[in-house]
């Protein structure tokens, strides 16, 4: 039983709307072709676009997110202060702290608090910037290092001692 198209219920059926005739279908299938061979044509000639890495130098983007980098002050103190706010917008459910309390005889930190503990699961982490865009102090900040490729799983999770960024050396003016 031929079915009628909605817009045609009380006209007599024409099989040229139904089925179309095998010229038409050589004459669109041969444009098709022509189009992806245009395609295919027109980048094939093009100088590509490759990166010299690693015998080179990597080009990174303004916007580009690597691995995370531990912020400190200009006095060498950590910037985090063990707020968990990080850990509360990331998605991915990738970082845990652990806060402990700053003592007078030994600070970590410019706040009353700071992380003890502070790991990020590379494995889990979708590198959305959400941490980054949460933190309040500016602690946590994405980095430009790209090369999270480790043979064992456990080498993606990297610790605060890893993410810190290293302490300089306060040089006085005489």
Not at 108 to 136: K, L, M, Q, T
Not at 137 to 163: M, Q, S, V, W
């Amino acid at each position: 039983m031929l079915r009628r198209p909605p817009f045609a219920a009380n006209r007599p059926v024409c099989y040229s709307e139904i089925m179309s005739s095998p010229f038409t279908e050589v004459t669109e299938t041969f444009w098709t072709l022509a189009k992806g061979f245009n395609v295919t044509l027109r980048t094939m000639f093009r100088k590509p676009t490759t990166e010299p890495y690693p015998s080179g130098p990597v080009r990174f983007e303004a916007r580009y997110r690597g691995i995370h980098v531990l912020q400190r002050d200009e006095d060498g103190l950590e910037k985090c202060v063990g707020c968990f706010l990080c850990s509360a917008a990331c998605p991915a459910n990738c970082i845990y702290i652990e806060a402990a309390e700053n003592t007078a005889a030994k600070r970590i930190s410019a706040g009353d608090r700071y992380a003890s503990v502070y790991n990020i699961d590379y494995s889990r982490c979708i590198f959305c910037g959400y941490c980054v865009e949460a933190c309040p102090t500016d602690a946590i900040t994405h980095g430009h290092g790209f090369e999270l490729a480790p043979y064992n799983l456990n080498e993606l999770i990297y610790r605060k001692e890893k993410l810190l960024q290293p302490a300089t050396l306060k040089t006085t003016a005489v």
